[in-house]
């Protein structure tokens, strides 16, 4: 971190990966929210695909089994960052921090 005045020592585990967050990280943008949002970007992508996919599914000279097939591959990754809830948990978040 950024305070080196501290007495002690530091030993990490083989393999363990260790990351910095500074207590008030440098922000760059407008508002929280545009702060927030590439954060989240990977999850917006997954639905969009989502939607994508279901909108292709209208067209009748698609083919349905390989769209259900990366429909349910998306459903399982958007379910497992729990990315149907994204946007209520931003506004969760930006409501504790009083945004």
């Given at each position: ?22 207590q ?22 997954l ?30 990754r ?22």
């Amino acid at each position: 971190g950024a305070d080196d005045a501290f007495d002690g020592r530091v030993e990490r585990s083989a393999g363990l990966r260790v990351g910095w967050l500074p207590q008030e990280p440098p922000l760059e943008g407008e508002t929280v929210r545009d702060c927030i949002e590439p954060a989240v970007a990977g999850v917006r992508q997954l639905l969009r695909e989502y939607e994508e996919v279901g909108a292709a599914m209208g067209d009748p000279d698609c083919d349905m089994e390989a769209l259900l097939q990366r429909m349910d591959g998306l459903q399982a990754r958007i379910e497992a960052c729990n990315g149907w809830e994204v946007d209520r948990t931003l506004e969760r978040a930006m409501d504790a921090l009083r945004c």
